[in-house]
């Protein structure tokens, strides 16, 4: 019998990869089955929807397109997984084995055919989403080997950072891009934001569409009490509107209520399989504590926001973008109510991403051409390492999105076989050990199922 050390090092593409089927083209396949309906009903609704939410004009032009980005983005999310094993089994045939290297560089060839078959609009936005996740895994990664001891809300600390951070930069100059800056007014609104009317972002309407669900005497009442809170004094240095208070609690009402109607459906969307079996589910989402805790974020941030910025000019009697700064580091805090590393991460890159665009547009940094393929291409890569050695390193929601991609395929690895690296590979599944067609196995690999048949017949 081989020693377990070195079974892996030996093992064929069927015994260690497409355990289910000892066939390459045929494994090849049965992924191609699984990946391809899925991703067609997955960017389906994804582009559907985009397009009712962006209510343009429903044209055969618009349908044309619609058609076309589904397409291509079908294609590539199912070939991105069709790749990835080929590029395992032509590994195995050109060279004879496998290292710990192989599943990245593997990785390489197959994230980089697949991202050029997707639309050029969206690979930035692929390769900024996959290098949140290849961030956290090797961060994952790092904690686990104890190159890094991880800092006690150092998440949040993060979160307000890079807010302090993209607030400033929007004060002081043209830095960020438009989009950036538009979804900043849009958060924390214009007046404190210069650069476009506060008319077309503040967050009036999110009230002006609450007041058309409530009763006529609970209107009137809101209406009173605003404008009497309207009335209250306002720093003569203050752009907003109304007063003060007004201002402050405007921001994080509307904020709140945004937040709770976001994790409202998000909960709704996790519970339709289960609503004609479970009808309560429906009630429970209404009024999950989540809902609570991603509105105090929302509403905290621009709540805590606007106060300090006013209170600044009432001790102050000055402005100054330092004051937005203070601002937005301070109203950061806001993600201990709702603390998400993907919210973290997403913010924090994409401040990086506007600082290099600007560096890439002012000359202090070069322009790599199709950056954003190799981009993407390492960071997949990165997890499509960890999906082999390390899966409990991947955050279990993209696991639980690759398993569906790949119909549940990915599991099927025999990674009890690269267990003796002692990256704990099986740990998301200890018990799974693949049943191996024999006639197709190596000898090493028979030596070692005869070796596991005998050991469970001594101990059943």
Known sequence: MVAPSKLWLDATCYELGHTWNPSCWKAQLDLAKAAYPYSLKLYSVFYVVSRLLCRGKLNQ??????????FWSTNFLALQACFSYKAVCSWRHLLGGFNIYFAFLCGIPSCFAAISIERKSRRGVLALYVSNLAAEVLYNMAVTRGYITPVKYGDVLIFSLTTSIALYLLRVGDILQPDAQSTLRSIFGSSELPGENPATTDSTTVFEKIFQFLPREVKHLLTMLSERVKELPRHHLCKHEGSCIHYVSEGFLSKFSLGYAIQTALNLFRTMPRITRRPSAVARSLVDRENVYLGLFMGGLVGAFRVIMCLLRWFRNQDSPV??????????????????????????????ENLVYFGQKRGYLPTIPGGDRILYTLSTSTILHAAVFEPHQIRPAYWQFLLRVTGNYFSQLNRKLV???????SNLYPNFWPE???????????????????IDSIYI
Request: hydrophobic share 45%; glycine share 4%.
């Open 323 to 352: 004051h937005i700064a203070i601002a937005g580091f301070l109203a950061g805090l806001s993600n201990f109510t709702y603390r998400s590393t993907t919210i973290v991460l997403f913010f924090a890159s994409r401040v990086i």
């Open 61 to 70: 032009s618009a349908v044309r397109n619609t058609a076309a980005s589904i």
């Open 419 to 425: 267990d003796v690296l002692g990256t704990n590979a």
């Open 436 to 454: 191996y067609d024999l006639r197709y196995a190596s000898p090493q690999m028979q030596s070692e199922e005869l070796y596991r048949w005998w």
